[in-house]
Structures are given as structure tokens and as C-alpha cells.
């Protein structure tokens, strides 16, 4: 989140150049009236269902509501309720598991394909399609292959593991192999955006580098890890931070097609479980709080990026 | 001599990446196509012996042509309505002299950091609340209403057009919707071209929105009436009949990739530094 947290900077005020520029002319009353009347629907739309729904839900977290009797205010009470809950302590140790296994791989995979697939070679950019086409299957089609690769009996992976006679266990009902298998089938489906933003980072580290490299004797896989890898770095810290948020709160619709969080609640996760509360148990409060604690600790993530930005800057200096 | 050999190494290493990634959507493709027996057998072929037809009027049978056009509903909604909310908006906010550009960039921008399973619940209360459980209407305008993306992308497209030609349509006595109309839309075309790709292919992989707010029969999309063929073991829809279901949810995307993949690729990466 590097450039996201500039971002709404920069474009703001790129916004109020463009609105001087075009003003050298002084803004008159049809001005008003139109620029007001262009963004009323937009305005109406966002604030209904995006900043109304935002702070509904933190209001929510203090109340206590299943949907249809009056809500009643209970205060803090969900907040304790939340640290006392073994489920929500599982969902949260899921969550985790879900990052830490999901992150680096995903991270670091997708940054040696990039590399990869950032050739100059005839053809490649064909090929290229095949490492973004994951990116285009949604949840539901990406369970239904891998529910069927994952069968434990006929799937794919089982009849290759036999291949090498390893008897492969059945793998989405299995406490110890659903979740990896869950982190498998994400990070396959996460690679491509990650593949996409690298290229995107590499093409902005300069030849000259590798060419004075390359004159210094430097091999291939040293000037890999000692050129390109510092150079990408902005890039790293971006997806990082995006994949980890993609981990905890986008984790939750393929474990609910696969797993619906089982088996014993070992692919559950804080997102699954806000909402199962939510819908299943229908405690719109409780689960408002689950919600609102996930927002915190992804902010939590976001700050702990930027402390280790800070400390990156600070020793390289 | 030795680049050449690098270089046939690095084709090498890129199909077999190429190979791998695409894996799981060939065996979609070749599974959906053999028999329950077929699938099953080892080592895999590519190509069933006979391709059996049969899995996809079964699979149709789930997924029925109400299903589909349910989720062309849904998709193109949210597009559309999208455009016509967001174009003008952006083209106020790159072009028009207003007092409050800069309130309204920024309340648009902070939201856009909130992953949106967070506020899944509270959206959820809104359009229950507002009686639009079961419709259309509850199905597209919370989605479309969420339009940062839609503002942000065409608002920067337009403040890069020139000025001058907007001041002399003005000057001309243009209005501004008319200058929008005219002059704005007509040139943004790659803007469009990302716009409608990212959307229309966002919108149709939706799952969890439709499944929370219309699960009903008249107004399920087809992500929801796919997903129950995820059953693996204990499913009684046989594996090959849900992957020649997964190959027909994937035909609308596909085309829409492989046309638009150049101006998809640029949103992608743009949502990504947003």
C-alpha cells in the first residue's frame, strides 16, 4: 500500500489542478448547477450503499439484532463476547494460516514467473494468456475443478501422488490437508494479478543495470536476487499487502463452496465465520463486530508495511 | 551460441509454467467432455476417446437458460448503469469548475480501502431493509453503486483530454452535457474499453452478493446454481457433469478476456495501485 497511501493525495490534488486549469475562466452558476446535477446520482448511489453500509456496520457492533425484533444496544458486550469465543480464536489462528502458507508462495512464485514471462521472445506474449487465465475463473468454477482434481478416489492429484506410490489422503475432508489444499487452489488463483503487477514493476527497472552487471561477470540468478529483486521492491510490498487482505477476507468464498469451513472448523475463517453468524445464526450484531475487527487488523497490516517501508528507507541510507 | 541455448531453456521453462497454470482449466475442458468412467481413468488423455455430449444437456439441466440469462441481467446491470451514473460524474469532477471537486474525490477514494466482504452484512441490511430481497433491483443498484472505480478510471481519462477544445465547444455554446456527449464519451473509447471488460467480468464471477440476496429460483445467476456442483465425494451429480457446467460459466468470460485482454490487463493492474 505504498502508492495507495499517496494516491488519494496525488489524485486530489490532481483533481483540483484540473478543476483551476479549466476555471481560468471563473466558475459561474450554470458550472454549479451542472457539476452538481452530473454527480448527484453517483453521490446518491455511494452514499446509500457504500458510506451509509460502512458506518451502519460499527454501529451495528454495539447492537443486538436478528434482523427482524427491535435492535437493542448492548455496548461493549460484543466486543468481550468476541475475545472470549473459542470459534472466533479458531477463525482468527485460520485466518492466519490462511496468510502466512498463502503470501510468501504467492509472492514469490509469481515473481519468478514474471521474470520468466518478461521475455523478448517471439511467441511469449501469446503463452503470456496462459498465465492470466486463472484470474478469470470466478469462486464457483474454480471449486467445481478442484473439487473434482481433489477427489479422493478418481481426482487428478491422487491417480499422479499413486503415480509415485504415495497414497494421497481425501483431501477436503481431511483435518490435517483441506487447508493447504484451500491455500493451493487460492494461490493459483492469485498468481495472475501478482504475474501482472511484477511485469508492471519490472519494465520500470532500467537495462543499463544488467548491462554493467553482466560486464562485472554477475550470473544470471545473482543478478536475480542481487538487481532485480531490490529493484522491484515497491512491487513487493504492494502485492504483499494486497494478497495478505486478498487471504483474509477473499479466502472466505471458495471455503464456503468447498469446505463450508470444515472439517472441525479447520478452513474457517473469521470471514466465513462473521458470515455464518450472520446468516445462519442471524446475530447481525455479533457479527458486525467480527467484521469490524477484521477491518482492524488489516489496518494493522497496512501500518506494519509502512513501519518496515520506514525501516527499509532509514538503513538504506 | 550459448544465448541460443538460454534461450530455448527459457521457451521451455515458459511452457511448462504456461502448461501448469493452464492445467486445471484443460481438465475442465477434457473432463467435461468424457464419461464418469472416463475421468477417472489414469494415466489422463487429453481427449476423451468419444466425447460425450450428454454432459452438458445434464448440465444444463441445472443451470437452465433462465439461470443464464438471470446472470446477463445481473452483469450487464451493473455495467450499464454504472456508465450512466459514473461518466457524468467523472467528467464534472475532471472538467467542470466546482467548489466541492476535491470533497468528492476524497470521499470517494477512502472507501475504496474497505474490502467489500466487510461491509457484505450491512449492505445486506440496507437492501433488506429497503424490501429488494428476491429482485433484480436488489441484485444490480448495491453493486453499481459501488462506482470509485468507474469515477476514478473515466475522471482521469477525461482530465487528460485538452482543454481547448472543450473551451471552444463552450465558447460555441455548447452545453456541458452536450460537450460530455459529443466530445468527452467519443474520445474516451479505451477508457470504455477497460471499463466494461473489468466490470461485466467482475459482475457475472460475483457469487457471494447474488447468493446472499436473491438465492431464489426466478432471479438465481449462475455462479450460485454452480457452486452446489462443487460436491466432490459425496455428490451425486457426477464430477463431469459440474466441470461441463464450470466450461459454460466460463464461455461469457472467456470471450470477453481474450477480445478485451489487452484494456482488462490495464484496469487489473490499475485497481491494483489504486
Known amino acids: 500500500m505504498t502508492t495507495s497511501s499517496t494516491t488519494p493525495r496525488a489524485a486530489v490534488s490532481r483533481g483540483s489542478r484540473a478543476g483551476r486549469s479549466s476555471g481560468r475562466r471563473r466558475t459561474t452558476r450554470v458550472d454549479t448547477v451542472t457539476a452538481t446535477a452530473f454527480l448527484t446520482p453517483a453521490m446518491i448511489g455511494f452514499i446509500l450503499f457504500v458510506i451509509i453500509p460502512a458506518l451502519g456496520g460499527l454501529a451495528l457492533s454495539f447492537f443486538e439484532w436478528d434482523l427482524f425484533s427491535p435492535p437493542r444496544f448492548v455496548g461493549l458486550d460484543n466486543v468481550v463476547r468476541l475475545f472470549t469465543d473459542p470459534d472466533m480464536w479458531q477463525a482468527l489462528g485460520v485466518t492466519g494460516l490462511f496468510v502466512v502458507m498463502g503470501v510468501i508462495p504467492t509472492v514469490v512464485i509469481g515473481f519468478l514467473l514474471a521474470v520468466l514471462i518478461n521475455a523478448r521472445l517471439p511467441g511469449v506474449s501469446v503463452l503470456r494468456v496462459f498465465y492470466f487465465a486463472p484470474m478469470i475463473a470466478s469462486a464457483a468454477v474454480a471449486s467445481v475443478i478442484w473439487a473434482a482434481l481433489y477427489d479422493p478416489r478418481y481426482g487428478l492429484v491422487n491417480q499422479v501422488l499413486s503415480w509415485f506410490g504415495v ?13 493447504p489444499a484451500l491455500v493451493i487452489m487460492m494461490i493459483w488463483g492469485a498468481l495472475p494479478i501478482v504475474i501482472i503487477l511484477y511485469l508492471g514493476g519490472l519494465q520500470r527497472v532500467s537495462d543499463d543495470i544488467y ?3 553482466s560486464l562485472d561477470g554477475a550470473g544470471a540468478w545473482r543478478q536475480l536476487w542481487s538487481m532485480t529483486w531490490p529493484n522491484v521492491w515497491p512491487t513487493t510490498l504492494l502485492v504483499t499487502v494486497l494478497q495478505a487482505v486478498g487471504f483474509v477476507s477473499g479466502s472466505f468464498e471458495v471455503s464456503l463452496i468447498m469446505t463450508n469451513g470444515g472439517p472441525l472448523g479447520t478452513t474457517q475463517s473469521l470471514a466465513l465465520y462473521a458470515y455464518k453468524v450472520a446468516f445462519s445464526d442471524r446475530d447481525i450484531g455479533y457479527a458486525s463486530a467480527l467484521s469490524l475487527f477484521q477491518l482492524v487488523l488489516m489496518g494493522a497490516i497496512v501500518v506494519l508495511v509502512r513501519a518496515l517501508i520506514r525501516i527499509r528507507k532509514a538503513s538504506s541510507r | 551460441m550459448r544465448s541460443t541455448l538460454r534461450n530455448v531453456v527459457r521457451y521451455l521453462a515458459i511452457l511448462v509454467g504456461a502448461f501448469v497454470l493452464a492445467l ?3 481438465f475442465m475442458v477434457s473432463g467435461s467432455l468424457k464419461s464418469a468412467t472416463e475421468i477417472n481413468t489414469f494415466p489422463p488423455r487429453l481427449l476423451p476417446a468419444t466425447p460425450i455430449w450428454q454432459n452438458f444437456a445434464d448440465a444444463w439441466t441445472y443451470l437452465t437458460a433462465g439461470v443464464i440469462a438471470n446472470s446477463f441481467v445481473f452483469a450487464l446491470g451493473i455495467v450499464g448503469l454504472q456508465l450512466i451514473i459514473s461518466l457524468p460524474a467523472a467528467f464534472a469532477l475532471a472538467k ?3 467548489k466541492w471537486t476535491a470533497a468528492v474525490m476524497a470521499s470517494l477514494i477512502v472507501p475504496m480501502f474497505i474490502p ?15 424490501g429488494w430481497l428476491n429482485s433484480f433491483a436488489g441484485l444490480i443498484i448495491p453493486m453499481a453503486a459501488q462506482c470509485a472505480f468507474a469515477v476514478l478510471l473515466f475522471r482521469q481519462f477525461f482530465a487528460s483530454l485538452p482543454g481547448g477544445l472543450i473551451e471552444a465547444a463552450r465558447i460555441d455554446g455548447a452545453s456541458w452535457g452536450r460537450v460530455l ?3 468527452g464519451i467519443p474520445l474516451s473509447r479505451p477508457a470504455l474499453a477497460t471499463f466494461c471488460s473489468v466490470s461485466f ?4 464471477n460475483m457469487y457471494i452478493w447474488p447468493q446472499v440476496v436473491a438465492p431464489d429460483p426466478e432471479h438465481r445467476v449462475l455462479n450460485v446454481a454452480l457452486a452446489p456442483l462443487a460436491g466432490g465425494e459425496n455428490s451425486l451429480i457426477p464430477p463431469s457433469v459440474g466441470l461441463a457446467g464450470a466450461v459454460i460459466a466460463m464461455v461469457p468470460v472467456l470471450i470477453v478476456f481474450i477480445v478485451f485482454q489487452k484494456w ?8 491494483g495501485l489504486e
Open chain 2, 264 to 271: 482488462y490487463i490495464k484496469g487489473v493492474a490499475g485497481t
Open chain 2, 24 to 26: 486445471p482449466l484443460l
Open chain 1, 167 to 179: 497414497d494421497g489422503p481425501a483431501w477436503l475432508s481431511d483435518t490435517t490437508w483441506a487447508r
Open chain 1, 211 to 213: 548491462a554493467a552487471a
Open chain 2, 181 to 183: 456527449w459529443s466530445i
Open chain 2, 96 to 98: 467542470i469548475p466546482f
Open chain 2, 116 to 130: 467489500g466482504n466487510l461491509t457484505l452484512i450491512p449492505l445486506f441490511i440496507v437492501t433488506f431493509q429497503l
Open chain 2, 201 to 204: 467480468l467482475t459482475a457475472w
